[in-house]
């Protein structure tokens, strides 16, 4: 157990609708990282956010939000949903940007979004 | 920018066979380099790090040595068992890529009895 929890585990959905995924990373870190993996991309890095603050773009579609609250929980959403989207999304927390790269990160057990 | 590449999976091996996942990247500057594991309906988990050349990262029988003159971080086990089926990525972590991981596409490894 990596002590970064996602919910749901699953969610099933249509076309043109809007989900929220949800991430409450480790106990004291402050940064997270949201990622999609899919068959035909791979694991790609979508957002990061740090104390509240987004960080990092990566390959997020204008369609694809995040943020992070006080309480440093993050939400993932995923709106005008399309099949492509279908997908394992992470998240991922990790404890401080200034010492960043000797940290790792550590990952949640991923939301599986199915869109029909 | 920065990127990873690793060996074209999927690897099958027979169990105690030597296991080699080779791994090669792309970056400016020193970065940090890492090794994930996938196991089946699972996140990833950490399995081994390196933070500078010639650094070697171990963990669970794996071993893998950060060279910088071939820019390579191949993943090693001297004998695999039947749990170490799962998927591995290879990943960077740089400043030049505002800190974020960079994966390589990953490669899956069944290890039959």
């Known amino acids: 157990d990596s002590g970064v929890t996602q919910t749901p585990k699953h969610l099933i959905t249509a076309t043109g609708q809007r989900v929220t995924l949800r991430c409450s990373p480790r106990s004291g870190d402050l940064s997270v990282y949201w990622y999609q993996q899919s068959l035909d991309q791979g694991l790609q890095f979508l957002i990061q956010?740090?104390?509240?603050?987004?960080?990092a773009k990566g390959n997020i579609l204008e369609r694809f939000s995040a943020q992070q609250f006080p309480d440093l929980h993050s939400e993932l959403n995923l709106s005008s949903l399309e099949l492509g989207d279908s997908a394992l999304y992470f998240c991922?927390?990790?404890?401080?940007?200034?010492?960043?790269?000797?940290?790792?990160?550590?990952f949640g057990p991923g939301t599986r979004l199915t869109v029909l | 920018g920065d990127s990873v590449t690793q060996m074209e999976g999927p690897v099958t091996l027979s169990e105690e066979a030597f296991l080699t996942i080779n791994c090669t990247y792309t970056a400016t500057g020193y970065p940090s380099l890492f090794w994930y594991v996938q196991y089946p309906g699972e996140g990833l988990q950490l399995l081994l790090k390196a933070t500078k050349a010639d650094d070697k990262g171990s963990n669970k029988g794996f071993e893998a040595t950060y060279r910088k003159e071939t820019t390579s971080f191949h993943l090693e086990k001297g004998s695999v068992q039947v749990s170490d089926s799962a998927v591995y990525f290879c990943a960077l972590r740089s400043k030049t890529s505002y800190d974020k991981v960079i994966f390589g596409p990953g490669t899956s490894l069944s290890v039959i009895p």
């Open positions: 991922a927390s990790s404890v401080d940007l200034t010492s960043g790269l000797y940290n790792e990160q550590f």
């Open positions: 956010y740090y104390n509240g603050e987004e960080r």
